[in-house]
């Protein structure tokens, strides 16, 4: 009996993101836009519009174990080197993300000295991916030198999202200590791609007839993908053009003592129906490959081949469809304590808050996001401070998985009718954005009036 | 002599043939006849030209107080040259000749039911640079 057997090493490629926490700008109530991260903050005003286009930018970039100095700093270490030591330090739970916000649209006025209705419309931007690290071992080493190693599928996990979000809230002052709110949204969502729940191990092991045996094991890897059709999006893509989904804010505001505020806001607890021009790709089964094995005489190798390439068909289903499928968003929640003191400003909002009536507060914040492997936490420390009834600046310390220093300052000043307001985190990190693991600033100009510039 | 042919797609995807940057072979043999066995390996491109051959003869298994002694043999060869891996990067098939060597003596025929093996393991390590 001879055997012939052929064995060929191959390399799976896989390529495959977040911070949106937005510390200074949550129970900013000097800020209209704060309403979009707790519906319940109770705002100076009775009236704000927002300058379409101009009202609200951010962009939030967030590594939470990786800086651009870490491989790209010239300091004659090969890159060979720093590479090892990245790929050593990186775990499957470490990400990267990307956030960034256009509000194209924000409108709020008040009813009456009780109910505060805020609408609008704004585009958003979110990626998260987490480091697949058994993937980026394989493509970069390679199996050869891990044999027995167990290559995760479950480490493709990622997920990508385009959307344009339609709003209308309303703020009910329940009494002079108590505030709650709602805001309802209707979701287009313009590009989505998504591929969060895979499974399978690819191993390589000694083999029994060969020198090696490759085996892929209970593989269920699937992206699935919606918006990429022939048409390129447009402004109506973003207002209901795209898939539609639905979600909802709500929150509330405390004051338990005249200069304590207690909050809560749970936002983006909704889901996206993913129909339009969306497919699905998948690939599931189990396969153990070993090299050829021909037999001689009577067994032609292009026919073993055949063989081979028939049994894989058969055992490891790999096609895509045109199905549809729903995502949750990521849904965030803040709260804070905090407490006011110093010179009580001039009532002006009738808004039921007691505490707004303080020209200085301290306090601290909480911040959880639900993301795909694992919710992400944030603690923040700030104080507030209204200089001259017009000039309000918010310096938050937070402490986060990019930075054990996040250090922050947020501005909103108001001139007349106009609100200008611009916030930036990491402000340290700044100094030398290839150090960074994590920046974010947003900015915005809005129209605002209190009741005397109304009335 | 047994032969066969086999295809090669690895080298029909543009990216591994633009990056790869080396290519390792290991062989292990064992040989339980008491006869030699010539292999070659022959790599070849689209017009049946060689890109890469390799050679090996194995030795007879001998037989010690009526006990057989197969014969093992392990073979590891790199291309790493430019030059041989631009070639070796033109290859579709693979042919694998085996070939029962003469045996002068002439007593150590291999007959029908002889239950003796020959086995022949391979394996390939291919290096990509990725352009890191």
Known sequence: ?455 | MASDTTRVEIFDNNDVRNQLTRVDFHIKMKNEFQRKFAVSVRFLDENYSATHTINLNIDKATMVSGNLLPVYLNHDEQLDTSSAVAAFKQTRFAIIDVTLLPDASGVNPIVLGDTAAFSFQSAGTFYFDLGL
């Open chain 1, 1 to 455: 009996m001879i055997k012939n057997k052929l064995h060929i090493f191959f390399l799976l490629v896989s390529i495959t993101a977040f911070a949106q926490h937005k510390q200074l700008l949550y129970n900013f109530s000097e800020i209209p836009q704060s309403q979009l991260l707790n519906p319940a903050t109770e705002l100076p005003y009775r009236l704000h519009v927002g300058i379409p286009a101009l009202s609200g930018i951010y962009a939030s970039y967030g590594a939470n174990n990786f800086a651009l100095e870490d491989l790209f700093i010239a300091d004659n270490i090969p890159f060979e080197t720093k590479m090892n030591s990245l790929l050593a330090r990186t775990a499957n739970t470490d990400y990267i993300s990307v956030n960034q916000q256009i509000e194209l649209l924000n409108i709020g006025f008040a009813k009456d000295d009780e109910t505060y209705f805020s609408m609008g419309w704004y585009e958003e931007f979110d990626y998260i991916s987490y480091m697949p690290k058994d993937l980026l071992d394989l493509i970069y080493y390679g199996n050869h030198p891990d044999a027995n190693r167990v290559f995760k599928a479950s480490d493709l996990n990622f997920k990508m999202e385009l959307l344009g979000v339609l709003h209308f809230g309303i703020t009910k002052h329940l009494s002079d200590r108590f505030t709650i709110g709602g805001r309802f949204k209707i979701y287009s969502s313009v590009l989505n791609v998504n591929s969060t729940h895979n499974e399978g191990e690819f191993t390589t092991v000694v083999g029994n007839n060969n020198i090696y045996q490759h085996i892929l094991s209970n593989a269920d890897i699937n992206i699935k993908t919606a918006g990429f059709g022939d048409e390129a999006p447009n402004v109506g893509s973003f207002l209901l053009g795209g898939s539609k989904g639905l979600g909802v804010d709500f929150g509330f505001t405390w004051h338990p003592e005249e200069q304590w505020t207690v909050t809560g806001s749970m936002q983006d607890l909704g889901m996206i129906f993913n129909k339009k021009d969306s497919k699905q790709f998948y690939l599931k089964g189990s396969y153990t490959f070993e090299g050829f094995d021909l037999l001689y005489p009577g067994t032609s190798a292009n026919d073993y081949w055949q063989e081979v390439n028939d049994e894989i068909d058969e055992r490891i289903d790999n096609d895509e469809n045109d199905a549809g499928y729903t995502t949750w968003r990521s849904t965030k929640i803040y709260s804070s304590i905090g407490y006011s003191f110093g010179k009580e400003k001039s009532k002006v909002c009738n808004c039921g808050s007691s505490s707004g009536d303080y020209t200085s507060e301290v306090g601290f914040q909480t911040y959880t996001i639900f993301r795909p492997k694992r919710p992400q936490y944030a603690l923040t420390a700030y104080v507030k401070h209204t200089f001259a009834n017009f000039l309000t600046a918010k310096v938050a310390y937070t402490y986060d998985e990019y930075s054990p220093a996040n250090l922050g300052l947020g501005l909103a000043m108001k001139i007349g009718g106009v609100n200008l307001y611009a916030t930036m985190d990491n402000m340290l990190g700044l100094q030398d954005l290839t150090r960074s693991k994590g920046v974010a600033v947003m900015f915005g100009i809005n129209v605002a009036l209190k009741k005397k510039e109304l009335y």
